[in-house]
């Protein structure tokens, strides 16, 4: 596959789990600065692993969720958590992978996750 091919296979993906708005809003904030990063995460984040066959995209979703909560990335968190709604999990699910979080990565992240989820969660019910 060549990179335009894994260019435009991730940005369908990154497409149908993050949403239009989301992406288009990234592509318009897109300089000269930030286009190889841009192209890095289209091309390898979303054409390469999350295009893979061997986990679907609520697997790879939960697993996702749970990085972000215990490295404490709040903003990309509270994106995913909008992304998971996108792809069908529910709010009792991503509750679970937070507890999951609690147990393995500490209360205090979980914490803060659980915290940036319900906004979110409430920003996606407005």
Same mark, same amino acid.
């Given at each position: ?15 149908? /789990? ?8 990234? /592509? ?52 995913? /958590? ?33 915290? /940036? ?10």
């Amino acid at each position: 596959m060549t990179d335009k091919q894994r260019h435009d296979a991730g940005m369908t993906v990154r497409r149908q /789990v993050l949403g239009d708005a989301h992406v288009d809003r990234a /592509v318009a904030g897109t300089d000269e600065f930030t286009a190889d990063f841009q192209d890095l995460i289209t091309r390898y984040a979303w054409g390469e692993i999350w295009s893979r066959d061997g986990l679907d995209r609520r697997t790879r979703s939960c697993i996702t969720l749970a990085m972000l909560a215990t490295l404490q990335h709040e903003e990309e968190l509270a994106m995913h /958590v909008r992304a998971a709604r996108r792809i069908g999990l529910t709010p009792a699910e991503i509750s679970e992978v937070l507890l999951q979080v609690a147990v393995y990565a500490g209360v205090p992240a979980a914490n803060r996750a659980f915290k /940036v989820a319900q906004a979110a969660l409430r920003q996606e019910a407005e």
